[in-house]
């Protein structure tokens, strides 16, 4: 028996590849199927006028630089009471890549 499974040879270190890759792994989803990602602080949010993708390629990458400038900005951070209530409540979609162990969620309107 042979294996058929092509082999794939997927650079990681290359940012458009990272990125290529976490765009197929990211999807809109009710914020309420993400409340045991909340209930144990592994929901992270992502400020609207940053990419998810972006920045969970740079997380992805290891880019310390990079995160800490954006939590000093308060564009990434863990998902807030307040914010959580709010999607809870409007029974928002949210656009959401799994880093494990995070869980990176973006507004994403109606």
Known sequence: MTDESPDV???????????????TETARIPWRELQRYFASGAAIAVAAELDLVAVAAEVMADNKAAMEAWISQGQVG?????????????????????????????HAGR
């Open 9 to 23: 040879n997927v650079d990681l270190a290359d940012p458009e590849v990272r990125k290529a890759l976490l765009n």
């Open 78 to 106: 863990p998902v807030s009471d307040q914010q959580a209530l709010q999607w809870y409540d409007a029974d928002a979609l949210v656009w959401a890549v799994v880093l494990s162990p995070w869980v990176f969620v973006q």
